[in-house]
C-alpha cells in the first residue's frame, strides 16, 4: 500500500498593530471564526454609543418638564424683550403727542389730539399683533432648535458606531486575506508534492521493468524500486 501525502492544515491568519494581536482567523472542526479583540477604550466608546442610542432613541421627540420649561424661560425672555421694545417706541410717541396738544390748544378734547391718537395706537396693536407672531414662529424655532440638537447627538453615537464597526470589518479582512493566502500557498505545495511522487511512481515502474530483463541481480534492483516507491 503507497504512502500518500498528509493534506495541510488550516492556515490561520492574524494582524497585529505595534506587537498586539488585533484580529486573527481560525478553524476549529468545520468552522472558520473570525475575531476582533477590542482595546478597554474601544469597548467603552462602543458600549456608551450603543446604551446611549438604546435608552435615547424613545424619547428623541419627546420634551419632559425641564426641556418644556427651558423653552418657555426662553419665550419668555423673547417676549419681554420685545414688548420692552415697542413700549421703548410708542410710549414717547404718546408722551410727545400729549404735551403737544396741550401746549397748542390746553386739552386733549379735540380732533387732532384724537386722530393722531387712533393712528399711534393702530400702529401699536400692528406691532403687538407682529410680535405675537414672531413669538409663535419663536417657539416652533426653539422647538425645532431642540430636536436638531438631539437628532445631530443620535448621529455622532451612529457615527461612533459605525467607525468601529467598519475598524472591526477592515481587520477581520486583513486576518481572513492572511489566512486565505497562507492556505492558498499550502495548497499549491500539497499539489507540486503530489505532482512529484507521481512523477516519481512512473519513472519507478519504467526503471522496474528494465532492471526485471536483467537476470537475477535486475529482478532483485526491480523489486527495492517497488518497495522505495510506496513510501514516496
Request: aromatic share 10%; proline share 2%.
Amino acid at each position: 500500500m503507497g504512502k500518500s501525502s498528509k493534506y495541510p492544515s488550516y492556515s490561520t491568519g492574524t494582524v497585529t498593530v505595534n506587537g498586539n494581536t488585533v484580529a486573527s482567523t481560525s478553524k476549529k472542526g468545520n468552522t472558520v471564526t473570525s475575531n476582533y479583540n477590542m482595546t478597554d477604550a474601544e469597548k467603552k466608546i462602543y458600549d456608551y454609543a450603543q446604551n446611549s442610542l438604546a435608552s435615547s432613541l424613545p424619547y428623541v421627540n419627546v420634551f419632559d418638564e425641564n426641556t418644556q420649561k427651558n423653552i418657555n424661560s426662553q419665550l419668555n425672555a423673547y417676549t419681554a424683550n420685545g414688548q420692552k421694545l415697542l413700549n421703548n417706541i410708542y410710549t414717547p410717541m404718546l408722551k410727545e403727542l400729549k404735551t403737544d396738544i396741550a401746549s397748542r390748544f390746553g386739552n386733549f378734547d379735540n380732533s387732532v389730539f384724537m386722530d393722531n391718537l387712533n393712528s399711534i395706537e393702530s400702529n401699536r396693536a400692528e406691532a403687538m399683533s407682529n410680535l405675537a407672531q414672531d413669538i409663535t414662529a419663536k417657539r416652533d424655532e426653539l422647538v425645532n432648535n431642540e430636536l436638531a440638537q438631539r437628532y445631530t447627538y443620535l448621529n455622532f453615537l451612529q457615527d461612533l458606531q459605525n467607525q468601529t464597526n467598519s475598524n472591526i470589518l477592515n481587520y477581520i479582512s486583513g486576518s481572513q486575506n492572511n489566512s486565505s493566502s497562507g492556505n492558498s500557498y499550502n495548497a499549491n505545495a500539497y499539489a507540486a508534492n503530489q505532482s512529484s511522487s507521481s512523477g516519481f511512481g512512473s519513472y519507478a515502474n519504467l526503471a522496474s521493468g528494465v532492471l526485471s530483463a536483467m537476470g537475477p541481480y535486475g529482478m532483485a534492483a526491480s523489486a527495492a524500486l517497488q518497495i522505495a516507491k510506496q513510501y514516496v
